[in-house]
């Protein structure tokens, strides 16, 4: 097994539930830092499922600390330095350059959020970390001096701290809440899609957007966005599309597409839109309802054992372009506080700690998701013919050129001092 840094044993344990990018950040972060880490998944199998996914500077620094990752990525991450806007009839706006940002604050990661995925898998499985697939979550439970789970086989696992990270169903949310509640529809949806570029490079409507490797456009309607990047030297095209929905939620939220469907929201689009739509093999495409959950009151349980991350603290819209990012903050934040507190004793103090650093900068950024979406959606298209670079995206520093891992250690004596106050 390779040799990875890692700091002397902290005498802490932490259980996590949920290994998607909340949960493996939460764990390798923690296996840093030296505290020993339970990882529990209720899939028998981490397949490389889904398509396109973000991660802004302030979370992409973070695999250039985990030896390998970062070499491992770049092969098939995003590599365009541009964006273009079109309106929905195909009438060019504006090119965003985000040359000088890469400059300033590092490089974004976009790719296939499977792809990405097992690479973060497979690191934390190098690290040594034990990760239990095919257990079934149904209860968690704590005390004063320790929080554990149960499976749905009966087994009951505790340790010092529980990190919940499997997603806006989380059972650990009733505990931390004191209630059951239910996701609610945002009233949009997002049609999405990954597929090869084999077909798009023969049609002269397409072939410009995957010929001379990879390339990122958007089209801008009423209520309506589509944003298609091709990707690995243009071979393979994602497609998404965001739009009015009503449809319910009631036991899921992700369902096959139909490109019928997607074609009666774009009628009317510029033909390249069209054409991208055509080319989609039936079975690469999905229809996913995006989830609403006002902001929650405390991410922590009322003895500060158990702590909800990642989406099953915040579900993100995708216009933010953070969801990720923040679920990474969330783990490498919490795994250096646990190391300031030196010691299982002050575990409680910790998580308070945490969460006071996390709770305003989670909802401060969960808001830019709307801001956008209706920057584009709600578009006054005058005053964009205009201004036309009033439609690019905010790129905010104070989001993006962000260290969550030295923030925490440099702010923990101040925030505890703050607490220490209000108590």
Request: glycine residues 8%.
């Amino acid at each position: 097994m390779a040799e990875f840094p890692k700091l002397p044993p902290s005498g802490i344990k932490v259980i996590i539930v949920g290994a998607g990018f909340a949960g493996l950040t939460a764990a390798i972060e923690c296996d840093r830092k030296g505290h020993q880490v339970l990882l529990f998944d209720k899939a028998p199998e981490l397949a490389p499922l889904g398509d396109i996914i973000s991660f802004g500077q302030n979370s992409s620094r973070f695999f250039h600390k985990w030896p390998g990752v970062a070499e491992a990525l770049d092969p098939i991450i995003h590599k365009s330095e541009v964006f273009h806007f079109h309106d929905w009839r195909g009438k060019f706006v504006t090119t965003q350059s985000f040359v000088e940002e890469h400059k300033a604050w590092g490089p974004r990661v976009n790719g296939h959020r499977g792809e990405i995925h097992q690479i973060l898998l497979r690191h934390a499985l190098a690290r040594g970390i034990d990760i239990r697939l095919g257990h079934n979550i149904i209860n968690y439970f704590e005390d004063d001096d320790s929080a554990g789970v149960e499976t749905s086989t009966g087994e009951k696992f505790t340790a010092d701290l529980v990190l919940a990270a499997e997603g806006v169903r989380s059972r650990g949310r009733k505990l931390v809440l004191g209630f059951e509640d239910k996701p609610q529809p945002s009233g949009y949806a997002v049609f999405r899609t990954w597929y090869p570029s084999d077909e798009l490079l023969k049609n002269e409507l397409t072939k410009h957007l995957v010929a001379n490797g990879d390339s990122h456009n958007g089209w801008i309607g009423q209520d309506v966005h589509f944003l298609a990047a091709a990707i690995k030297d243009g071979k393979e095209m994602s497609w998404v599309c965001t739009h009015k929905d009503e449809g319910g939620i009631e036991e899921s939220w992700q369902f096959p597409g139909d490109k019928a469907d997607v074609l009666r929201v774009l009628e009317g689009w510029d033909p390249i839109v069209l054409a991208l739509v055509e080319a989609t093999p039936a079975d690469r495409l999905f229809d996913y309802k995006l989830v609403f959950r006002d902001p929650l009151p405390t991410f922590t349980s009322p003895k500060a054992r158990t702590v909800l991350i990642g989406d099953a603290a915040h579900p993100f819209l995708p216009t933010s372009i953070q969801g990720a990012s923040q679920a990474m903050e969330d783990g490498v934040v919490m795994a250096a506080c646990l190391d300031k507190a030196g010691g299982r004793e002050r575990v409680q103090e910790a998580v308070r700690v945490w969460q006071s650093i996390r709770y305003e900068r989670v909802h401060k950024i969960q808001a830019t998701g709307v801001t956008t979406r209706e920057q584009w959606h709600k578009a006054d298209w005058d005053a964009i013919w205009k201004n036309p670079e009033s439609m690019h995206l905010q790129r905010e520093a104070w989001i993006l050129d962000f260290d969550a891992e030295a923030d925490a250690y440099a702010s923990y004596e101040r925030v505890l001092g703050e607490l220490a106050g209000k108590a």
